[in-house]
């Protein structure tokens, strides 16, 4: 029902900044949830950011203070701004929606930190 399309990936320096977004198929006031997760080599996938349908936000320890989720309704689109980035934020970034209790998620996006 929901397709989801993340860009805004890339090679950064540790301490700059990248902007994530997630476009989706249908209206985002009709998702109850979306966020983003993150993968990186050897770990599991966690939790980074999400923001809830009346704009409820909830961050993963390491990244409170640094990355921000938004979200532009009337582009149906989510946001993550990613600061002062360090190394070990480098992973794969998946944007997640959960639709009426089913989860759907994107492609993912390469996000690298040098040092």
């Known amino acids: 029902q929901v397709q989801l399309v993340e860009s805004g990936g890339g090679l950064v320096q540790a301490g700059g900044s990248l902007r994530l977004s997630c476009a989706a198929s249908?209206?985002?006031?009709?998702?109850?949830?979306m966020g983003w997760y993150r993968q990186a080599p050897g770990k599991q996938r966690e939790l980074v950011a999400q923001?809830?349908?009346?704009?409820?936000?909830n961050y993963a320890d390491s990244v409170k203070g640094r990355f921000t989720i938004s979200r532009d309704n009337a582009k149906n689109t989510v946001y993550m701004h990613m600061n002062s980035l360090k190394p070990e934020d480098t992973a794969v970034y998946y944007c997640?929606?959960?639709?009426?209790?089913?989860?759907?998620w994107g492609q993912g996006t390469q996000v690298t930190v040098s040092s």
């Open positions: 249908r209206l985002i006031f009709s998702i109850n949830a």
């Open positions: 923001i809830t349908r009346i704009g409820r936000t």
């Open positions: 997640n929606a959960d639709v009426k209790g089913t989860i759907y």
